[in-house]
């Protein structure tokens, strides 16, 4: 590869740079945070919590936040010409994720709701046994699931190409985006002040995020309008 192909292909993808190491830094915080002694645990659970039923089912769409929140990011990045959007979505996701560590440093908490045993087995249990290897009940507010979940459907229903061109990948994101929040509640991954948490935190993100590009975008319409 010669020096001049190398150039081109850091200016075509360079802007991912930024995000390949801001997930650096966030997956080495966090399992810093799973992983260090704690001795004084927040307990979050609720009334409500133990009116929600566990659900193996959902661990589907649970395991599909993975895909939608890469694909999510992947798509603004290449495919859509508009690179402020991508710019707008990694910004939102960032603010999350990062009061999402601030949170869990300082302010240690987890749940008590999964189930001890598992009554059933078929393939979905086998997939949430799987799960609960891998991921905690602790440093769960607010949730991650949901609030990516939430900035990339944001994301998603704001792009005029999508919305203009592919509806149905508009209507497809928005009933996965409520299957994943769904699914961290009836997992028993995290508990209804998590979910809470994480979309009074979308509405804030979003405020900071999109509404100054919102208003410019409307006022310079107001004004092409006057001039015409």
Request: with cysteine; net charge positive.
């Amino acid at each position: 590869m010669t020096s001049k192909s190398v150039k081109k292909l850091w200016e075509s993808y360079r802007h991912l740079a930024p995000v390949i190491l801001y997930l650096l830094f966030y997956l080495a915080v966090f399992t810093y945070v799973e992983n260090r002694p704690v001795h004084n645990m927040h307990l979050l659970v609720s009334k409500w919590d133990r009116l929600i039923p566990f659900c193996e089912y959902f661990v589907v769409p649970y395991f599909l936040w993975f895909f939608y929140i890469a694909a999510g990011v992947l798509w603004f990045a290449l495919a859509e010409k508009d690179r402020s959007q991508y710019w707008a979505l990694v910004t939102n996701l960032g603010i999350g994720m990062t009061l999402f560590l601030i949170v869990s440093l300082v302010y240690p908490n987890g749940h008590t709701l999964r189930p001890t045993y598992l009554h059933r087995d078929n393939i979905f249990m086998d997939m949430v046994r799987f799960l609960w290897t891998i991921d905690t009940p602790t440093n769960v507010l607010p949730s991650i699931h949901v609030f990516n979940s939430v900035a990339v459907h944001i994301a998603v229903a704001g792009s005029p190409t999508l919305r203009e061109k592919h509806p149905w990948v508009v209507h497809c994101s928005l009933l996965l985006c409520i299957a994943i929040i769904a699914a961290t509640m009836f997992l028993k991954q995290h508990t209804v002040i998590d979910v809470i948490t994480a979309l009074g935190l979308n509405i804030v993100c979003y405020y900071f995020v999109y509404q100054p590009s919102l208003s410019r975008r409307e006022t310079s319409a107001r004004v092409r309008g006057r001039l015409q």
